[in-house]
C-alpha cells in the first residue's frame, strides 16, 4: 500500500522558517517526481513545487520561489520543502503527492500556520 | 501563467442527477488536465488524467472529456458518495495550475 506521511507543520512566526517532512513507503520512490501542495483554510488547492526523480529538476511558483526550497533524500524515501521567510499567507495545509504532472496519491497534509 | 476558470462554483444536485462541470484554460493545453475529488478534511484524489481517462478504481459513472481549452467532467449518476469539491489541475505548464473548485451539494 503506498503511504505518504507529512510531518513538521506548526505555528511559525512571520519571518519564520520551518522544514517540512513527507516519508513515503510502498513504492519506489527513485523513480517518481514528487510534489507538494497547499491548501489554505476554507480555500482551493495551489501547487506549490515539483521535484525530479533524481532532483536534477525542481519547480516552483513564483509566490514561494527564493523562500522555499524542495529537496529530496531518495536514500530515506523522504520529500522535503524548506519554507523560510514565512509569511501569513502561507498559512495552508501542505500536501505531499507522488507525481510532477498529476500528482496521485497524496498523504493527509501538515498544517502550517504563520502568525504573531 | 495558465488560469484555469472552473464552472459552476458550486451547484445543487440530487442522488440518481446528472451534472457536468467545466473548465477552461487561458491557453490551449492539449490533454494535459486532471480531475481531482476531495472530500472535508481529506486529501484530494485523482479521477481522471489526460482529460478523459478514469483512474483505475474510480466508478465509471465518471467521465472527462475535451482538449484545448475546454473540458468537461460528468457524473452520469450521483451517488451520496459523490457529495464532495471537485478541481482541476492543468499541467501543460509551469505553474501547474488548479480550478477554483466546484462544491456540489445535495
Known amino acids: 500500500e503506498i503511504q505518504l506521511v507529512e510531518s513538521g507543520g506548526d505555528l511559525a512566526q512571520p519571518g519564520g522558517s520551518l522544514r517540512l517532512s513527507c516519508a513515503a513507503s510502498g513504492f519506489t520512490f527513485s523513480d517518481y517526481w514528487m510534489s507538494w501542495v497547499r491548501q489554505a483554510p476554507g480555500k482551493g488547492l495551489e501547487w506549490v513545487a515539483n521535484i525530479k526523480e533524481d532532483g536534477t529538476q525542481k519547480n516552483y511558483v513564483d509566490s514561494v520561489k527564493g523562500r522555499f526550497t524542495i529537496s529530496r533524500d531518495n536514500a530515506k524515501n523522504s520529500l522535503y520543502l524548506q519554507t523560510n521567510g514565512l509569511r501569513v499567507e502561507d498559512t495552508a495545509m501542505y500536501f505531499c503527492?507522488?507525481?510532477?504532472?498529476?500528482?496521485?496519491?497524496w498523504g493527509r497534509g501538515t498544517l502550517v500556520t504563520v502568525s504573531s | 501563467d495558465i488560469q484555469m476558470t472552473q464552472s459552476p462554483s458550486s451547484l445543487s444536485a440530487s442522488v440518481g442527477d446528472r451534472i457536468t462541470i467545466t473548465c477552461r484554460a487561458s491557453q490551449g493545453i492539449r490533454d494535459d488536465l486532471a480531475w481531482y475529488q476531495q472530500k472535508p478534511g481529506k486529501a484530494p484524489k485523482r479521477l481522471i488524467y489526460?482529460?478523459?481517462s478514469l483512474q483505475s478504481g474510480v466508478p465509471s459513472r465518471f467521465s472527462g472529456s475535451g482538449s484545448g481549452t475546454e473540458f468537461t467532467l460528468t457524473i452520469s449518476s450521483l451517488q451520496p458518495e459523490d457529495f464532495a469539491t471537485y478541481y482541476c489541475?492543468?499541467?501543460?505548464?509551469?505553474?501547474?495550475?488548479f480550478g477554483q473548485g466546484t462544491k456540489l451539494e445535495i
Open positions: 489541475l492543468q499541467h501543460n505548464s509551469y505553474p501547474r495550475t
Open positions: 503527492a507522488r507525481g510532477g504532472h498529476r500528482p496521485d496519491p
Open positions: 489526460g482529460a478523459s
